[in-house]
């Protein structure tokens, strides 16, 4: 398990450390997706699908949601083109399943209520002062719910 987690975070601090790296910090980490030239564009999927599909095997055994969450963070992945017809339903059904069903995992069946409250009231100030932040809040509620599950399965982990 800790191998799985070592790597879901790996994965996922890298690409994003490289994107703000190459891009600054853009309206969503989706939007990455556009950002990067053609042969990079997989780079996306395999991120999300770096992340997620660790999470899955080990958050799994604990909660369904956690799969659920998980499954659709894999589903933004596979629908990395959100600006585009059905792919766009896609993308925004498994971003939102992904963020409301993990916190609803780390706080009843991971027992971290207190978790999810801090990353709802982050959450929340964020989205509050977004245009402070020059409407990069959708960027910051992500980190913030992807830190989340990385948070409470190191707690649960170690």
Same mark, same amino acid.
């Given at each position: 398990?800790?191998?799985?987690?070592?790597?879901?975070?790996?994965?996922?601090?890298?690409?994003?450390? #490289?994107? $703000?790296?190459?891009?600054?910090?853009?309206?969503?980490?989706? *939007?990455?997706? !556009?950002?990067?030239?053609?042969?990079?564009?997989? +780079?996306? &999927?395999?991120?999300?699908?770096?992340?997620?599909?660790?999470?899955?095997?080990?958050?799994?055994?604990? &909660? @369904?949601?956690?799969?659920? /969450?998980?499954?659709? @963070? +894999?589903?933004?992945?596979?629908?990395? /083109?959100?600006?585009?017809?059905? #792919?766009?339903? $896609? %993308?925004?059904?498994?971003?939102? &399943?992904?963020?409301?069903?993990?916190?609803? /995992?780390?706080? #009843?069946?991971? %027992? +971290?209520?207190?978790? &999810?409250?801090?990353?709802? $009231?982050?959450?929340?100030?964020? !989205?509050?002062?977004?245009?402070?932040?020059?409407? #990069? %809040?959708?960027?910051?509620? *992500? @980190?913030?719910?992807?830190?989340?599950?990385?948070?409470? !399965?190191?707690? !649960?982990?170690?």
């Amino acid at each position: 398990m800790l191998g799985l987690f070592i790597t879901m975070v790996t994965v996922f601090v890298a690409y994003v450390a #490289t994107i $703000v790296g190459l891009y600054g910090i853009l309206p969503s980490i989706s *939007e990455s997706y !556009y950002r990067l030239p053609k042969k990079w564009k997989p +780079m996306f &999927t395999i991120a999300l699908w770096g992340f997620a599909f660790p999470a899955i095997m080990i958050g799994s055994p604990i &909660t @369904i949601l956690m799969f659920f /969450a998980c499954a659709g @963070i +894999m589903f933004v992945g596979a629908a990395a /083109a959100f600006k585009q017809g059905l #792919t766009k339903n $896609v %993308h925004i059904i498994g971003a939102a &399943t992904g963020m409301i069903l993990s916190q609803i /995992a780390i706080a #009843t069946a991971f %027992h +971290m209520w207190w978790l &999810t409250l801090i990353c709802v $009231v982050l959450a929340g100030l964020v !989205y509050l002062f977004r245009k402070k932040i020059n409407n #990069t %809040h959708l960027f910051w509620i *992500e @980190i913030i719910c992807f830190a989340a599950i990385g948070i409470a !399965y190191g707690i !649960y982990l170690f």
